[in-house]
T-cell receptor
Framework: SQQGEEDPQALSIQEGENATMNCSYK?????LQWYRQNSGRGLVHLIL?????REKHSGRLRVTLDTSKKSSSLLITASRAADTASYFC???????????FGTGTRLKVLA | EAQVTQNPRYLITVTGKKLTVTCSQN?????MSWYRQDPGLGLRQIYY???????DKGDVPEGYKVSRKEKRNFPLILESPSPNQTSLYFC?????????????FGPGTRLTVT
């Protein structure tokens, strides 16, 4: 697989606001996954979007995928303090056994 | 409860003293993997295993060994640890490899080598 590059590196918002983070990648993908990591803990899978999908929802999460621009975005609506975490994307190339994670976006939600 | 467990969670050791970090999953997953996480470098894959007795190198395999004798276990072995292996280590598993299934991560092992 290939490394996704998350942007911004850090984001600070007030509780109740929406948080948007982006992921760019370089080559064609089979799917793209988003993960969350609370400080020092293991990553937790949030959502997977396939290359033939453009948008996917899960609760307060909305993920979009634009394969022509090789980019994805993760929107968290009505953020809560508990959403404070690092968020990582993982673009998955078909047939690969390697997963590559970038440095993530550090989101801080202020109460 | 479906989970990936790692032991120990915290370990302080000295240079050159062999150690093993265990990883076990109870989901009958074929694919298992080890990562290390360092500030500013993200998660980097050390080794992965597609199934029993099938392993391959990730991006940073130097100084590490693995084995997969049983489906549920995937231990990480540091034969002669050095201070540059001080890091936070994660084990992960998924149903299969090669098709982009979601990964389930363990809680992490914080290793300090002095």
């Amino acid at each position: 697989s290939q490394q996704g590059e998350e942007d911004p590196q850090a984001l600070s918002i007030q509780e109740g606001e929406n948080a948007t983070m982006n992921c760019s990648y370089k080559t064609s993908i089979n799917n793209l996954q988003w993960y969350r990591q609370n400080s020092g803990r293991g990553l937790v899978h949030l959502i997977l979007i396939r290359s033939n999908e453009r948008e996917k929802h899960s609760g307060r999460l909305r993920v979009t995928l634009d394969t022509s621009k090789k980019s994805s975005s993760l929107l968290i609506t009505a953020s809560r303090a508990a959403d404070t975490a690092s968020y990582f994307c993982a673009p998955i190339t078909s047939g690969t056994y390697k997963y590559i994670f970038g440095t993530g976006t550090r989101l801080k939600v202020l109460a | 409860e479906a989970q990936v467990t790692q032991n120990p969670r915290y370990l302080i050791t000295v240079t050159g003293k062999k150690l093993t970090v265990t990883c076990s999953q109870n989901m009958n997953h074929e694919y298992m993997s080890w990562y290390r996480q360092d500030p500013g470098l993200g998660l980097r894959q050390i080794y992965y295993s597609m199934n029993v007795e099938v392993t391959d190198k990730g991006d940073v395999p130097e100084g590490y060994k693995v084995s997969r004798k049983e489906k549920r276990n995937f231990p990480l072995i540091l034969e002669s640890p050095s201070p540059n292996q001080t890091s936070l280590y994660f084990c992960a598993s998924s149903v299969k490899g090669g098709q982009g299934y979601e990964q389930y991560f363990g809680p992490g092992t914080r290793l300090t080598v002095t």
